[in-house]
């Protein structure tokens, strides 16, 4: 049977009408043709690999751990099950309520003050003409991404400075009294937020750029022979061709709507500032590592993925609502 089903192949690609090496590859088994693939594509496998791997060990393993959150952990196997006894010590705790309006409130702000700030970004670059310039400007907004929370909280702290700081340098000149902003309870959270634009704004744009890049030319062409000025080719043309982009950022940022940067908040905390900045991850930090009530902040970090995949299924109906655009 497999000799005729060669023999009919064969025929059908001498008649033209199957190309002999496609007739070919249907009498590989997948097997075969996965080995083949492999070899064919191997330098872009190995450069998957870490990031697989990354996933796999950190996003994927954890899941089945997270039965622990209904455990009491002995050093000594097996472990006791307990229900939602950690959950409701969880919510029994001023603590954690307390954390949590933190985690909403920065995260809330950022949202609002630092997601527009890449689209505006990427808007104004693509509107600059030169060449060089356009270079340069990239250049400078995208270094403070590779900059750790280490490095740019201490440019933050030397800038900040009541005593020799740049900005308050710059308010005394115009008559202000110098403000020790990084113990300010009033004024820490902004400085997150600015930290986090200053950071990200730039990086952040580029998926925007991409977008607008893959806008079609004809539209700013008709746009122009109608007499579309530069602005309103802006607001009629490259705004709506970034909609979807916009909408599925808009849809995976309000999944991590739960996580306000755990590096950024360590570095930028002290013991003044600690009870306006103290976040889900933080507490979680704090019990799992520090006390090592692993089954409590277990608990506390499966609170937080589940909030966030509803919002993630929320933010999807609303941009679905809204611009008719969603995640699927």
Known sequence: MVARQEQQLAATASNGNVPVAESANRLLPSTANFGAKVRQWWPYYAMMAPGIIFFVLFHYLPIWEAKIAFEQVRIIPPNIWVGIKHFQVLFTSPVFWQVLVNTLIISGMKMAFVFPVPIIVALMLNEVRSGSLRKFIQSAVYL?????????????????????????????????????YMTDTGAIRWVLVFSEMWRSAGWDSLLYLAAIIAIDQALYDAAEMDGANRWQKILYVTIPGIVPTIATLFILNAGMFLSADLNQVINFSNDVVRSQIDIVDTYVYRIGLQTGEYSLATAAGLFKAVLGMLLILLAHLFSKRLTGKGVW
């Open 144 to 180: 403070p991404h590779f900059l750790s929370w280490v490095v740019i909280a201490g440019v933050f702290i030397a800038a900040l400075s009541p005593s020799n700081g740049v900005v308050n340098d710059i308010t005394g000149f115009f008559g202000g009294q110098p403000k020790s």
